[in-house]
């Protein structure tokens, strides 16, 4: 079963906007990923932010972890048209390689 | 890092039928899972491949619907068996690559419908 719910599930934004996804999951975690889909492709790694760790950044890509209250957000600042991609949060399953993912956010960057 | 490939990319499949998906990678990994995704959805574990043992199926998975193969620390396979219209998804492989690490690689996807 999905362990995560993201919210929005769409979003639409303009070039140069920034845009935040949320992530929500239910059990215990050792780190938590983030994962781009382009039109149903494969998946390309994002960033992963351990269970110690409450923010980390790479490039324009902020994520925060609240362990307390089970969620992550991702930030994407001064988004681009090439941002335009599915978004996924997983995490990992009890200390198992396997990951669990999130339902998605759909987001659209206009140019 | 890994390059990852799968084939075929895409095919359309007849009713009771069954396709062989093929997992290649560039590197030997010893971590090698098998995903689908339902058109619209998001990912949901099928099982993980053993190298040299039969394979982990996640629940709601069997191994009668898809037999997984893991013949060396490079290819995997997944069969999907006796197909249905129900059956019609993306099929991705990924593997793990840095030990202690849970970053995973992903194929590009083998995009099934079945008719």
């Known amino acids: 079963s999905q362990q995560g719910e993201e919210d929005p599930q769409a979003l639409s934004i303009q070039e140069g906007e920034n845009a935040t996804m949320n992530c929500s999951y239910k059990?215990?975690?050792?780190?938590l990923q983030w994962y781009r889909q382009n039109s149903g492709r494969g998946l390309v790694h994002l960033i992963l932010?351990?269970?110690?760790?409450r923010e980390k950044h790479s490039g324009r890509l902020r994520v925060t972890l609240d362990t307390s209250k089970k969620s992550s957000s991702l930030l994407i600042t001064a988004s681009r048209a090439a941002d335009t991609a599915s978004y996924f949060c997983a995490t990992d399953r009890g200390g198992r390689r396997a990951l669990t993912f999130g339902s998605g956010t759909r987001l659209q960057v206009q140019p | 890092s890994a390059v990852i490939s799968q084939k075929p990319s895409r095919d359309i499949c007849q009713r009771g039928t069954s396709l062989t998906i093929q997992c290649q990678v560039d590197s030997q990994v010893t971590m090698m899972f098998w995903y689908r995704q339902q058109p619209g959805q998001s990912l949901t574990l099928i099982a993980t491949?053993?190298?040299?043992?039969?394979?982990?199926?996640e629940s709601g998975f069997v191994i009668d619907k898809f037999p997984i193969s893991r013949p060396n620390l490079t290819f995997s396979t997944l069969t999907v068996s006796n197909m249905s219209p129900e059956d019609s998804s993306i099929y991705l492989c990924?593997?793990?690559?840095?030990?202690?690490?849970?970053?995973?690689?992903f194929g590009p996807g083998t995009r099934l419908t079945v008719t």
């Open positions: 491949a053993n190298q040299g043992s039969e394979a982990t199926y």
């Open positions: 059990t215990s975690i050792n780190n």
């Open positions: 932010i351990r269970s110690n760790e």
């Open positions: 990924s593997v793990g690559v840095t030990a202690g690490s849970y970053e995973q690689y």
